[in-house]
């Protein structure tokens, strides 16, 4: 940065005491807080965060020094809630992207779904490009069995989100079915959470980055036809364990205090 361009010494000592400034508010809010929902307390928090990230940047662009505060990112950081204080409806979106890395062996296991399914005259259809084999399988397994079982269908997990997000009433039976997205809404968010590899430093931070779940899985080996029929019928009331570390990616959820 140029010293034209630099902030004088008197906006750095500005910066400075709106943060002492956020810190009391803070703290007061705290103080007085109502619940665990308090939006005080969330406005004064953001206020902080944005007085420290202003005043770190102020220094650092006058005096090319920095603070030991960590100032929460845009990805971490939720918007104010704009939603009812007590949710009576739920709309819970989830987004999780795949990479075929292993066409033949998606080609095999959806050909073998096809071949069961045929013999039931179910319509799973055939399963001869990977198109119509991503069909077969997400036709045949629920999504939360196939992203437990992606390596055997010849995928890999890319990053993926949850968000439970507040409505006013429940939708009416089709009703959002032609754009099921488009009401998407980030303030209305009650909680969300997010697996991504980025989380790495933080796995390594915590001192998990030594945790390997993952087991050799060979190429050749498919599905059995029998383990394919009992695990789509099982209705097995005992919920799977979920997996919050597998590979570096960290199950992060984010909610408004």
Not at 17 to 40: I, N
Not at 79 to 108: K, M
Request: charge should be negative; proline fraction near 7%; charged fraction near 35%.
């Amino acid at each position: 940065m140029s010293d034209a361009a630099q902030p004088t010494a008197a906006e750095v000592r500005a910066a400075a005491e709106a943060v002492k400034t956020a810190l009391d508010r803070h703290l007061a809010a705290v103080e007085r807080r109502s619940g665990e929902d308090d939006p005080a307390v969330y406005e004064a928090f953001n206020e902080l965060a944005a007085a420290a990230e202003e005043y770190d940047e102020l220094l650092y662009d006058r005096y090319d020094e920095v603070t030991p505060f960590e100032i929460p990112g845009t990805d971490d950081a939720l918007p104010p809630y704009q939603g009812p204080d007590e949710a009576n409806a739920l709309s819970v979106l989830i987004r999780r992207d795949y990479t075929v890395v292993e066409p033949q062996r998606l080609l095999a296991q959806a050909q073998r779904v096809a071949d069961l399914e045929a013999g039931r005259d179910t319509g799973a259809g055939s399963a001869d490009t990977v198109h119509s084999a991503l069909g077969v399988l997400f036709g045949e397994f629920e999504p939360d069995e196939i992203s437990s079982r992606h390596k055997e269908f010849g995928l890999e997990e890319g990053d993926s989100t949850l968000w439970v997000n507040a409505v006013d009433a429940p939708a009416e039976p089709g009703e959002w079915l032609d754009a099921p997205f488009d009401q998407a809404d980030p303030h209305r968010v009650v909680c969300r959470f997010d697996v991504s590899v980025v989380f790495d430093d933080e796995l390594d931070d915590e001192g998990l980055d030594g945790l390997d779940t993952d087991d050799d899985i060979d190429p050749d080996v498919a599905v059995p036809l029998d383990e394919i029929d009992d695990e789509s019928d099982d209705e097995s009331d005992e919920p799977d364990e979920p997996d919050d570390s597998v590979d570096g990616v960290r199950r992060r959820g984010a909610a408004h205090p």
